[in-house]
Structures are given as C-alpha cells and as structure tokens.
C-alpha cells in the first residue's frame, strides 16, 4: 500500500473512481448515515380463496397488488383478516387488498390484525361493480377485541377492500401507455427490469434535439401503497402534457424523464413498502443494490454524460399522513438556487387555500432528493402526499404545481 502513497493526484483520482465504479457502471455517492440495501429474504403470500362456511363468506388475494394472508372467524358477525408485511424490520404501514363475497346477501364486520406493535393507517375503501372506489364512511368504523374493525355488505359479486385505490403494474402501463398516444413528444422505452423480471419503463419527453437540454426528472412508487404520491404524478405529468402554449415553450428549454412505476414487483406482490429484494428502493441511492434503483441511476446518467447536459429539478412522488415537501437545506451552488422559494410562492397563491407545508432537510440516508443533490447538484425534493388528502385536491394540487413549475422554468 505504502506506493499508493506517491501515485500522482490524478491516477489516484481515477484508480478510486474504478474502483467505486463496480457493476453498475456509475460511481456510488457517500452518505452521512448508509444503509445496508443488500438483498433480505422476503415472505411471498399464498395466493388463494380464503373460505370461511359457517359464515358464508369468502376471500381471495388472486390478483396483483393484493395483500392478505389468512382469514378467520371471531364470532358469528366478523371476520379477522390476517395482514403480514413482505419482512421485517419495516415501516409500520400496514396495507392490505384483497375481495370478499358471500352467497347471500349480508352485513359482516371485517377486524383488521396486524403484527404486534403496527397501528392500521390506511382507511378502507371498496371497488364497487362499476370499478369506482368508494370510501367507507367512518360511522362504519368499530373495535372488536381491539382491532380496527370495519362493517360492509356482501353479496356474491366479490368487491375488492383496500388501503388504498389499486393500481398495479398493468393499470400504471395502460395509463401511461394511453399518453403515450396522445402526445407526439412522448417516447416510452423499456431501461431494465425489476428482480423479477418486471419491466421498468420511462417516458422519455422532449421535443427535437436531447443535446444540452436540461433534464427534470419525475419518479414515483418506490413504496408500493403511496397512491396518492400516485395519483399527484399522474395529474403533474398529464399536465406537462397538455398542448399548448406553456407546455410548448416548457418543451422547446427542457426534457423530461419519467419513471411511473419504479418498484413494479413491490406493487403486484402487494408489499408494504419494499421490493422482491426485500429493501427499501428509496435508501439505495448510494450503493445501488437494487436493479431498479440501479438501473435507474445508470440510464439517467448515460443520459447526462451523451447529451452533455444536466439534471436541474428531480422530483420523487410519495405519500404520507400529510401533504408535504420535503427539501435540501442547501440551495446554493444546485442548478436552480432560487426555483423552491418562487415555486411555494406560486403555489400559495394560485392554489385556493393552500399552505404549503415544507420540511427542509440535509438527506443524510441515500434518498433520491439527496442522490440529485449530491450527484448533479440539482434541486432534489420528495414530494408527498396525505393519505386522506380528497382526489379531487390532488388532482388540483398537481395540476397547478405542474404549471407553476413550468412558468417558473421558462421565465
Ligand atoms: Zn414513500
């Protein structure tokens, strides 16, 4: 070792560069509290109809994005549905999907057992037979032995319980798919696929030349249940993708990588938050463990290196109790020092009655927000959305965060 010593500046430079390089082919970034996102084994659910005949009532996880993993009677009107996460340690997020039916027409109460110490989060919703999801009212909410107990009626069309309205893997492709039709700028390109095969596809969106043009980076659903994250994506990138004169303008200055569905396994098997590794997508950032994190990293980088150009704005698409932004203390030196200020201004004022709520941090686990940061010095921010936050607020709030973003971009 004692050699490495006299190496030249630059040599060292680029022996430890190699070095760091490792399969991926791009450099890890270094942060203040690492964490180990090499593959844990995860529990796969039997998928299969639950039966329970004295009660004349039904279940089944045989679809993508179900979560359940067993059903038993409790008295003569409730069920305990049994919900497991993918491992543990985890976030304690239970989510659950799964249908029920009955051969007769009934009320039953359905009480929610999760492991020791996890609290339920989510409220209920149903898919009814017209596919609307419908939340349950919250007079319809009870305790049994303790547990979060919820009453519907059944009847022998099985209606699918939620945490939160699906959207799987073959949902998010028709989405995206759809606008991909719709709008000549859009390109939809299969860069990797998932630990199980899974296709990982963006949208690539530009209009003419990639060369020098500055790259916003849109990501969303490393954590599987994070539908109203989601939902927040898909009316933001619709709206990038509405024609006209903004948009036009917004797309002559910059191009746009999507990534719709980053945990694609995560989100069919039903998980709570990770992926078929058993990991946290979003604490990879830094080793790249992971495919899709991998993967991901890789193609936009080649992207930065071939077209010679940056990543200025990344956001990444989450929900969580409360809507709120979470952001880089540090705003000096990033591509666009000034763009978070004007861009909460702007939404305060144009969206009616908005406060935003932002929480500044230093990304000191491998975040996305913090990877842009550290990587491009570009402006990284999680962007997240409550839980119970009405649809029809989501769609207004990522609508004109949208459309203020693009104003400001193009000023
Ligand atoms: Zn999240």
């Not at 609307?132 to 209606?159: A, G, H």
């Not at 095969?197 to 849109?218: A, C, F, H, M, T």
Request: one cysteine or more.
């Amino acid at each position: 070792m004692r050699n490495f010593l006299f190496l030249k500046k630059p040599v060292f430079i680029l022996l430890s560069s190699i070095f760091f390089l490792g399969c991926s082919g791009i450099s890890s970034v270094p942060f203040e509290t690492p964490v180990d996102t090499k593959d844990k084994t995860i529990q796969y659910q039997s998928k299969k109809t639950y039966e329970i005949s004295d009660l004349d009532v039904y279940a089944s996880n045989k679809f993508p994005g179900a979560r359940l993993n067993g059903i038993e009677k409790l008295n003569d009107s409730t069920v305990k549905v049994i919900i497991h996460p993918e491992n543990k340690p985890i976030n304690p997020s239970p989510y659950y999907a799964f249908e029920l039916w009955s051969t007769n027409s009934k009320e039953i109460y359905v009480a929610f057992q999760y492991p020791e110490k996890v609290k339920h989060r989510y409220r209920p919703k149903i898919r009814e037979e017209n596919n609307e999801w419908r939340q349950i009212d919250t007079n319809q909410f009870y305790r049994i032995d303790s547990l979060f107990t919820v009453k519907v009626s059944l009847d022998q069309k099985p209606k699918i319980l939620a945490a939160q309205e699906l959207a799987n893997s073959k949902d998010v492709k028709d989405w995206y798919t759809n606008l991909g039709n719709m709008n000549k700028y859009v390109h939809i390109k299969k860069y990797g696929s998932s630990k199980l095969g899974r296709d990982l596809n963006l949208l690539d969106i530009y209009k003419g030349e990639k060369e020098s043009k500055p790259i916003l980076v849109l990501l969303t659903r490393q954590h599987p249940p994070e539908i109203t994250g989601y939902l927040a994506y898909q009316s933001f990138l619709e709206t990038i993708l509405k024609e006209n004169e903004i948009t036009e303008r917004f797309l002559d200055e910059y191009r746009v990588l999507a990534f719709p569905l980053l945990n694609p396994d995560g989100v069919d098997l039903g998980h709570w938050r990770h992926n078929a590794g058993g990991v946290d997508l979003n604490r990879d950032w830094s080793k790249y463990n992971q495919p899709e994190i991998r993967k991901t990293v890789k193609y936009i980088d080649e992207q930065v290196k071939k077209y010679n150009t940056t990543v200025d704005l990344a956001i990444d698409f989450h929900s969580t109790y409360e809507d709120v932004f979470y952001t880089n203390k540090q705003r000096k030196g990033t591509q666009l020092p000034n763009f978070i200020k004007n861009w909460f201004d702007a939404l305060e004022k144009e969206i009616p009655e908005y406060v935003v709520n932002e929480a500044a941090g230093n990304s000191k686990k491998p975040v996305s927000k913090g990877w842009f940061l550290k990587k491009y010095n570009s402006v990284g921010i999680t962007y997240e959305i409550g839980d119970q936050t009405s649809r029809d607020r989501i769609d207004e709030i990522g609508r004109i965060s949208a459309l203020e973003m693009m104003k400001l971009l193009t000023d």
